[in-house]
């Protein structure tokens, strides 16, 4: 089991630029939150995902959107980037919708950074 | 709402010492209580959690952590810490599928 799995690692984008980042939940899992994590700060809760419908949002503004596919795998949609966007975003799994104190399962994240 | 403060940013300490980690919340509902662990460049591990019962949580590697409802805290304990256990502390809540985050503790084992 490859667990959680983010692409790509690493992107350097442009002030004004939209980025898409990509999330493959551990095997099983049907639930995936997404969180920004600035550095020094704790992550950030998003947005979650659960039966290809966003469930639950964070404060965040409509620049953040995002998707879930039928094989559960979720994209992360950032437009007209700022520089406060530079962060780590990470993905995270559960099962059975995410519920209950279900263990969430983290990817590695993507580090983004805004120029 | 949920909220998390994590007491202390940075903690240094030699090996073999006892360390403590401290971790209060404030809920107005009742919520499932986690301590993750973060090291360089990597996600989050999962170290313990508090569903229910026991207050009284331990993980596999020696670290242990207490709910206490009336303080309403989950402090994260080790009785000898090795160099190895150099990383990032995250303590969070988490209700209705939504986590919350504190803001991490540094934890720093020196020889």
């Known amino acids: 089991d490859a667990g959680v799995t983010q692409s790509p690692t690493h992107l350097i984008k442009t002030r004004g630029q939209q980025v898409t980042l990509r999330c493959s939940p551990k095997s099983g899992h049907d639930t995936v939150s997404w969180y920004q994590q600035a550095l020094g700060q704790g992550p950030q809760f998003i947005f979650q995902?659960?039966?290809?419908?966003?469930?639950q949002r964070g404060n965040f503004p409509d620049r953040f959107s995002g998707h879930q596919f039928p094989n559960y795998s979720s994209e992360l949609n950032v437009n007209a980037l700022l520089l406060g966007d530079s962060a780590l975003y990470l993905c995270?799994?559960?099962?059975?919708?995410?519920?209950?104190?279900?263990?969430?399962?983290f990817g590695q994240g993507t580090r983004l950074t805004v120029v | 709402a949920q909220s998390v403060t994590q007491l202390d940013s940075q903690v240094p300490v030699f090996e073999e010492a006892p360390v403590e980690l401290r971790c209060n919340y404030s809920s107005s509902v009742s919520v499932y209580l986690f301590w993750y662990v973060q090291y360089p460049n990597q996600g989050l591990q999962l170290l313990l959690k508090y569903l229910s019962g026991s207050t009284l949580v331990e993980s596999i590697n020696g670290f242990e952590a207490e709910f206490n409802k009336s303080q309403t805290s989950f402090h994260l304990r080790k009785p000898s810490v090795h160099i190895s256990d150099t990383a990032e502390y995250f303590c969070?809540?988490?209700?209705?599928?939504?986590?919350?985050f504190g803001d991490g503790t540094t934890l720093t084992v020196k020889p």
């Open positions: 969070a809540v988490e209700y209705a599928g939504k986590s919350t």
């Open positions: 995902y659960y039966e290809e419908e966003e469930r």
């Open positions: 995270a799994s559960s099962p059975k919708g995410g519920n209950g104190g279900t263990e969430a399962f």
